[in-house]
């Protein structure tokens, strides 16, 4: 396989239709793999917005509050209520804010961003990430599949890697379960969720900063022939170490 940023990609602005941009510089195979930081697709959908449209009412003051005493750093309460009202959980209030997306991903500070944003506050996630990642897939010649990655950290991991939040055109994971090991023993557990791993490979092509290279093309890379899945969200009932938080939270 082989990966290549889109080249001269500009500052994307509400309203820029990604699909074409795409396709004006680069000639896509049906089974390329286009992935593209959701910071660009957010400024397209002109999900941008500034402090000031998020008066802090008790609870992000009091999580602010707690915050500034745990960090010693100044806290926006403005900040913690723009996170309160792009999520519909928070895992953990402190010493980070723990969210989940009203889509399923489970991030800090509800995936909002505040690096690579000219002219304004904050970039908030896209909406629905899989919707975008379908609009890109249709609008595209030969209409490869199309994953919509993030920078994140990982628990029990120091570093941020991208993973994927929204993806069209192929299923997220390769289902492995049914087939054998070199041993021949039948595996038991095993999905792969091939989006991540793509997303991390295109974000070595990106990289996190002012490199200008959102759209990374993955090239002769074959899903093969595996069941998919797109189960890539954990839910609240079958999320042990978060039920575990949350005792701890409420403890
Ligand atoms: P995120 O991981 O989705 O939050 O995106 P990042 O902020 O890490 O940006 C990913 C890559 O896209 C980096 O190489 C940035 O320099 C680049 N980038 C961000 N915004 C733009 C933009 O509007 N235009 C271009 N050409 N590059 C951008
Ligand atoms: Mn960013
Ligand atoms: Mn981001
Ligand atoms: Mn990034």
Redo the contacts with the bound molecule.
């Keep these: 396989m082989e990966l290549f940023a889109v080249p001269d ?4 602005r509400e309203g820029d239709d990604l699909a074409a941009m795409i396709a004006d510089r680069v000639d896509l195979r049906e089974d390329d793999v286009v992935c593209v ?4 697709v957010s ?1 397209a959908e002109g999900r941008t917005a500034d402090l000031d449209d998020f008066p802090p009412g008790p609870r992000a003051t009091e999580i602010a509050r707690n915050l500034e005493e745990i960090s010693g750093d100044e806290k926006d309460p403005r900040f913690a209520q723009a996170v309160l009202e792009n999520c519909t959980d928070v895992v953990m209030a402190e010493p980070f804010i723990l969210t989940e997306a009203p889509f399923g991903h489970v991030s800090v500070n509800a995936g909002i ?1 505040r ?2 944003v000219p002219d304004h506050d904050l970039l908030l996630l896209p909406e629905r990430p899989s919707e975008s990642a379908g609009h890109v897939h249709e609008s595209l010649p030969e209409s490869p599949p199309v994953l919509v ?3 994140a950290g990982r628990s029990f991991r120091h570093g941020q890697r ?1 993973l994927t939040i929204g993806w069209a055109g192929m299923p997220a994971s390769r289902d492995w379960r049914g087939e054998t090991d070199r041993d021949g023993h039948e595996l038991q557990v095993t999905v792969q969720s091939v989006v991540d791993e793509l997303a991390g490979a295109a974000n070595l092509v ?9 759209v990374v093309i993955v090239r002769d890379w074959e899903f093969g022939d595996h069941d998919g899945s797109d189960n890539l969200f954990r839910e609240m009932r079958g999320d042990f170490v978060r039920q575990a938080l949350r005792v701890w939270e409420f403890d």
């Design positions: 990609l500009p500052e994307i930081a959701s910071t660009v400024k961003d690096s690579n990655t993030d920078t991208a990106s990289g996190e900063g002012d490199g200008g290279d959102p």
